[in-house]
């Protein structure tokens, strides 16, 4: 006869991975201090106004 297992415990060890795993999602996605999120919003302004000043305006012919 095969071993008994019990669903229960298997059921609940699946949640508790699945936790921890949204957890570390969620502690990368929102685990940065004010000084980080506001460094890397600058960086992202200042890449964005790099990249438009070399943008070449085409202007149309009538």
């Not at 004010?34 to 009538?62: F, G, N």
């Amino acid at each position: 006869m095969g071993n008994v297992i019990n669903l229960n415990r298997f059921r609940k060890r699946a949640e508790r991975e699945a936790s921890a795993k949204q957890a570390d999602a969620n502690r990368a996605k929102f685990g940065r201090s004010k000084a980080e999120r506001s460094a890397e919003e600058t960086r992202a302004d200042k890449a964005k106004a790099h990249l438009d000043q070399h943008q070449i305006d085409r202007e149309e012919q009538p």
